[in-house]
């Protein structure tokens, strides 16, 4: 098995495109460029599906006769990139037939083990749409409305025994950084009981365990399509790029899936980059002379591996430093960097030190001749 695979957290299949929103695109744009880095090939884009928006956009299209919700998602997905842009590793949604395998059968294991159970268990459904809105009451994020009504069913569950982590330090695959101690507490703050089955139109059905009209959560099934894209790289710790928030909304639903013959997944926290000021960032490379390629490559490739030493956010008033920075790395680049320091850097990514992207000797050996830019435009995004 190979060591490490970086692959981004699955996106949320919504109304944007990667030219419009990069920031959507910051783990995808991580992954790859420390990827390139290992020498590893091109991995698929990940993208998370099963989201209630997704089955409200289907329902209130008015082509959703002639239209399937698994096309629907796909051509979504489509869109997001530029014409030209597909990823050279393809997509990768949490419902594709690869995934909805291994979770069937990552789940049936569970099962037979008894850490899972498919027990009748009270929940609340919605008095107007009847979807489930959960254990307690409170308004359907289906349809909005306030009523609902107890009703005991059969749900796939996880009942952990008091005091059992969902997260702990060693889940993070970064290499002499401080532990997320606020991520670790958020985490801890969910019931014993977590209900892993949902009402959805659209996801990993459960009906081949007699839970017909379920799926399985989505939080889960994003850590399954992780393990799923490594197992077709033959890669035993693969790392998820994702930021704080979104870990902190999917580790305890992940926690019983991120592990599974020998392979075990892990977390690359990233913070977020101030790309919605792209006029602010036009005049920032203007003042210092920048070129459109060398701003592009700050972009698409230096701010997302910057993003991942930055954890807690980049935020504007550190743009004008990180640029200047950053041309000094192009600048220090050298003709042919020496194989020791290509083995050292390698080293350090391969083990989550990311100390070394704000070192201007060793980021300017780093730096690729032509980055990937999957998803942006022919100019960079922003730039009119």
Known sequence: MNDVLYINGPVQNG???????????????????????LGAGPVPHLWNTVTLAGDLRHREAPDRD?????????????????????????????????????????????????????????VHLCARCGHMTGAVAHACRACGHQGSRPHT??????????????????EFHAHRARPPGHLLTIAQ????????????????????????GLVLDPRAGVHIAVLAAAAQFNAGQPVMTV????????????????RHNGTRLRYALHGRIPYDDTA????LCEVHRVSQALRERFLVWFLPLCSLHIRAGI?????????????????????????????ELRRR??????????????????????PVTHGSAQKPEGAS
């Open 243 to 258: 930021t704080e928030n979104a870990a902190a909304n999917v580790a305890a639903y992940g926690a019983l899936f991120r």
């Open 315 to 343: 935020t504007a008033a550190q743009l004008p430093a990180l640029l200047k920075f950053w041309r000094r790395a192009h600048l220090a680049r050298p003709d042919t960097p020496g194989s020791d320091v290509l083995a």
């Open 15 to 37: 109304l944007f495109t990667i030219a419009e929103r990069p920031g959507k695109a910051a783990g995808i744009r991580a992954a790859e460029a420390l990827n390139n880095l």
């Open 189 to 212: 703050n969910v019931p014993e009981r977590l209900i892993l089955s949902r009402t959805r139109d659209h996801g990993i059905s459960l009906g081949p365990l007699g839970l017909d």
């Open 66 to 122: 002639a239209v399937g919700r698994q096309e629907r998602e796909e051509r979504a997905i489509a869109a997001k990139y530029a014409p030209g842009a597909a990823p050279a590793g393809g997509v990768l949604t949490d419902t594709a037939p690869v995934v909805a395998a291994l979770a069937l059968e990552m789940t049936e294991r569970l099962l037979l083990e008894g850490t899972l159970a498919v027990i009748p268990t009270t």
């Open 349 to 370: 990514v391969a083990t989550g030190d990311m100390r070394w992207v704000m070192d201007v000797q060793t980021l300017s050996r780093a730096i690729p001749e032509y």
């Open 153 to 170: 069913r059969r749900l796939l569950v996880w009942d952990r025994s008091p005091g059992t982590p969902v997260l702990a330090r060693d």
């Open 280 to 283: 602010a960032l036009q005049r």
